[in-house]
């Protein structure tokens, strides 16, 4: 799981809650009641904390998720791009072996799924969000660590695609070497990028 779980049936347990569960089924899988349940939270307490209902909740958890990373992200990425990719990629491995492979990313779970026809729902808006989050936090490490401005936003967007492919890819798979060959190939993409700014 990305974030530990408060001990107190809380509103941040439940979007903890919330989050693990839909990074494992999806969201268009998921009741509210199911969500409330993994969560171990009162399904009135999920609806006091919510009011809206499933898209409330999964946006906000959506949004949970992507901040508790980007605080990762940003702590990291101060030593640097090859720093920041690390501890990107153990999150990601921690998430997926933790689960025995049942757990992903609960921005790209709600990404996947095929919105409704009458519009755009509020959760695929928040994942677009957090994904423009990581990568802007990649492309200014990136750049300031001396890349060229004009490259950085298309590496940090190879960065975060390439990651979350892979995630999907050991779930399939069940093992570990789709991340660990994405890794390789991201390190020696970062410091050529790094390198050629020299």
């Known amino acids: 799981m990305i974030l530990a779980k ?9 979007l903890v809650g919330a989050a693990d569960m839909i990074s494992r089924r999806g969201l268009n899988a998921t009741s509210i009641r199911e969500l409330a349940k993994h969560a171990k939270a009162p399904l009135g307490s999920t609806y006091h904390y919510f009011p809206e209902g499933k898209q409330q909740l999964a946006t906000e958890a959506v949004r949970y998720a992507g901040a508790a990373v980007a605080r990762i992200l940003r702590k ?18 921690g998430v997926v072996l933790d689960s025995d492979f049942r757990a992903g990313c609960p921005v790209l779970a709600v990404s996947v799924e095929e919105p409704p026809a009458d519009g755009i729902p509020p959760a695929l808006v928040a994942a677009a969000e957090v994904f423009e989050d990581w990568e802007r936090l990649l492309t200014e490490a990136l750049t300031r660590h001396g890349a060229d401005p004009d490259a950085a936003p298309g590496l940090a967007a190879l960065i975060v ?32 990028a790094l390198d050629d700014s020299a």
């Not at 408060?6 to 439940?14: K, L, N, V, Y």
């Not at 890819?169 to 390789?184: N, Q, S, T, W, Y």
Request: charged content about 25%.
């Open 6 to 14: 408060p001990s107190a049936a809380s509103r941040e347990r439940i």
């Open 76 to 93: 990291e990425l101060d030593a640097g791009p090859v720093a920041g990719l690390r501890a990107f990629l153990a999150l990601w491995r």
């Open 161 to 192: 695609a390439s990651v979350e492919g892979a995630i999907a890819m050991c779930r399939a798979k069940r093992g570990m070497e789709p991340l660990d060959r994405v890794a390789r190939q991201l390190e020696v993409l970062i410091v050529g």
